[in-house]
């Protein structure tokens, strides 16, 4: 990784101002956690993997050209055409290996959440956040996935897996319909805190 670079960020550290880099959805935690807190709410806590992180794994697993290769004769209009080009970049995606330094550093920032809460593993969810979510002509919110009671041992697969859908086949589709290049819009993951809502309520914590 070079130092000029921010793979791993925590919310509080984000803003509206770093969509680019961190998605709506990431941004938009980040700007509830410094405003909100101060006042007596509280919001799970959490970090972002940013869409230079995204583009590094992408890069470093050497796939761009193969994605590239896999999407030219892409029809969306051909159901069986797309589910197959869908299938076969995720999957390049999923085989690929995070970069050690990257895996390391995702790593840290889990240990210290842990930390941060004073538990030897925290759940976790894994969320999605596109830095297209919300524009005036378009939406990608809900295109891509999201995984829930995420623990450690399961978190690298995660984010792979999160990685991997922003090439599900509606959103594939969509960026086609709505004249956005596959390699235009990117993806950062934001990991934070699950709550349970049974012991207070949705989204807030005790």
Known sequence: MTDDKKYVMWFEDTGIQDVALVGGKNASLGEMIRNLEPKGVQVPGGFSITAEAYKYYIDKAGIADKIKDVLSDLDTHDMENLAERGEKVRNLILESEIPEDLAEE???????????????????????????????????????????????????????????????????????????????????????????SDSASSGVRS
């Open 106 to 196: 995702i790593m840290k920032f889990y240990d210290e959440t842990c930390k941060r809460y004073d538990v030897d593993e925290v759940d976790v969810a894994v969320r999605s956040s596109a830095t297209a979510e919300d524009l005036p002509d378009a939406s990608f919110a809900g295109q891509q996935e999201t995984y829930l009671n995420v623990k450690r041992d399961t978190l690298l697969q995660s984010c792979k897996k999160c990685f991997a859908s922003l090439f599900t086949n509606r959103a594939i589709s969509y960026r086609v319909d709505k004249g956005f290049s596959h390699f235009d819009v990117y993806l950062s993951i934001g990991v934070q805190k699950m709550i349970r």
